[in-house]
């Protein structure tokens, strides 16, 4: 019973979730651009570790980035991963500064055992993030500019272990991409006269996302895990549509420019990612990862009255260590200790500008006084700005907390 209730439990936070999965932690000019900015779909404990995930092959840590992972669920084990976040940003253009706080539920995320070789995993993660609110003045007035929303992903995936293949796994996520992005232009006249331009993305569609990991022993205690994942490019399913309000007139009725479709219209390209780590028992982990995404030539049209997107080539390169002095010693022992490291060239382009991040992060796992469960703690500096024009410069402190509850409920289940 106890296992029902908290099956039950997890499935309403879920649901719940849908509606409160936010993009409070997005304050960056640069998401006024394509999609906003993307976020990769790891937790808090991989944030802390620049961001890996492809290689890591855990038992006790949900790992969507790659779905081959699930499979090394102990066939008595249930996990329940939920983390937030607190954003600190500040970000500079010549003379002109700002700052700001930013922060909300960050994801949602559970697995469990199916059988003794395969595993499954259910959540609710975000896909893109958009947020900011800036101005510009001109010669016969100014203009403001403001956005919000963003694109989540509610995913199920599953994986196996196949018993004629030593240390194999295969897995596979199903996502359903939701969300609305609003890109606000206000253009204020000296003579007092104002207007409002609204773009509205509206995407609603299927994401895929394939994985394998190969898991090489080279002693009793040591071995090597690579890591491979693979989503197809695709054309994106939704509406987009622009919106403009007279302000200054009595009526203030808004007035719908244009409405277009998203496919064939707009896409998303294809995505592969590999890694590769190296693990002693459970007390080391070190793992490089590499992501690239071929933007430069996907669509994405713009609307009549909005100025049009230009995409680069995406790449992204992260590192991360962990170290538990003794997963058996005291508390202090059991602690897990995280670091890492990331480059990750943007996939947008401003005017012949690329844009980069560049981030360090640093945590620690916290395991729950008699029980297997830790509260994961990180912190990251993330820089981002453009090049060779710098543009926007942009610094990030993010800290960010995960609850990693892990029960033994089915063996309890089978005692009684």
């Not at 997107?309 to 962990?322: C, L, Y």
């Amino acid at each position: 019973m106890k296992q029902n209730r908290f099956f039950a439990a997890a499935a309403l936070i879920l649901a719940c979730s849908v509606f409160q999965l936010s993009a409070q932690d997005a304050l960056s000019p640069y998401s006024r651009f394509g999609y906003g900015t993307l976020r990769d779909m790891s937790t808090s404990s991989q944030r802390a570790m620049g961001g890996v995930g492809y290689a890591m092959q855990s038992g006790r840590q949900i790992n969507a980035m790659n779905p081959a992972s699930y499979a090394a669920i102990d066939s008595l084990t249930f996990l329940f991963d939920m983390g937030v976040n607190l954003t600190h940003f500040n970000g500079s253009d010549g003379d002109t500064k700002a700052s700001d706080w930013g922060g909300g539920l960050d994801y949602i995320t559970l697995q469990f055992p199916v059988g003794k070789i395969l595993g499954a995993s259910f959540g609710l993660v975000p896909y893109s993030t958009t947020g900011y609110s800036f101005g510009d003045k001109i010669t016969n007035g100014a203009y403001s500019y403001q956005g919000e929303g963003g694109i989540n992903m509610l995913y199920g995936g599953i994986a196996i272990r196949p018993p004629y293949v030593k240390g194999l796994s295969v897995g596979a996520n199903i996502g359903y991409l939701f969300g609305t992005t609003r890109n606000d232009n206000f253009a204020i006249a000296n003579n007092g006269s104002s207007a409002l331009f609204e773009r509205v993305v509206e995407v609603r569609d299927y994401h895929v996302n394939i994985g394998v990991q190969y898991n090489l022993p080279i002693a009793r205690d040591k071995r090597f895990v690579l890591g491979v994942t693979y989503s197809p490019g695709k054309d994106l399913h939704g509406k987009t549509y622009g919106i403009k309000y007279d302000i200054d007139t009595e009526s203030n009725s808004p007035d719908t420019t244009q409405v277009m479709n998203l496919r064939k219209n707009y896409t998303l390209p294809h995505t592969i990612g590999a890694g590769l780590s190296f693990n002693i028992d459970n007390r080391l982990s070190v793992e490089v990862d590499y992501t690239y995404q071929p933007w430069k030539n996907v669509k994405f049209t713009p609307l009549e009255g909005f100025d049009g997107t230009k995409f680069d080539n995406r790449w992204k390169i992260a590192a991360g260590v962990q170290y538990t002095p003794n997963y058996r010693g005291s508390w202090i022992q059991r602690v897990n200790y995280r670091v890492g490291a990331y480059h990750d060239r943007d996939y947008i382009k401003v005017g012949v500008n690329n844009v980069k991040r560049q981030g360090l992060t640093l945590g620690f796992g916290l395991p729950a006084p008699s029980s297997k469960s830790t509260i994961n703690l990180g912190l990251e500096y993330c820089r981002r700005q453009a090049y060779p024009n710098p543009l926007v410069k942009e610094n990030y402190f993010y800290i960010t907390l995960g609850v990693n509850f892990n029960e033994l409920w089915f063996w309890q289940n089978r005692l009684r």
